[in-house]
């Protein structure tokens, strides 16, 4: 199995900066990508970011397109989420989670953390 750690949430201001991060554990050499999740009250949970664990390719959904950007430390088995020109609308609870190469869904999830941003 894989443990998920997520910090760094927060409240912020519109137009701010939070960098959240996601500890991994256990067994994270099966892990072949990590992602950002987010669910905002009242609504369904959404894909924000993925990373490749090896090689380090991303592909970010287009609300955050050019506003988030996400990173991997592959020693300390983390990765990052940095989060520029904050928008209420990113307000929610912030998920990391991995999938295995030969599983096509994500498995493994983190608690989460809560972002809130205030106009």
């Known amino acids: 199995q894989v443990q998920l750690v997520e910090s760094g949430g927060g409240l912020v201001q519109a137009g701010g900066s939070l960098r959240l991060s996601c500890a991994a554990s256990?067994?994270?050499?099966?892990?072949?990508?990590m992602g950002w999740f987010r669910q905002a009250p009242g609504k369904e949970r959404e894909f924000v970011a993925h990373?490749?664990?090896?090689?380090?390719?991303?592909y970010y959904a287009d609300s955050v397109k050019g506003r988030f950007t996400i990173s991997r430390d592959n020693a300390k088995n983390t990765v990052y989420l940095q989060m520029n020109s904050l928008k209420p609308e990113d307000t929610a609870i912030y998920y990391c989670?991995?999938?295995?190469?030969?599983?096509?869904?994500?498995?493994?999830w983190g608690q989460g953390t809560q972002v809130t941003v205030s106009s």
């Open positions: 990373i490749n664990w090896s090689g380090g390719s991303t």
């Open positions: 989670a991995t999938r295995a190469l030969t599983t096509p869904v994500y498995n493994y």
């Open positions: 256990g067994r994270t050499f099966s892990v072949y990508r």
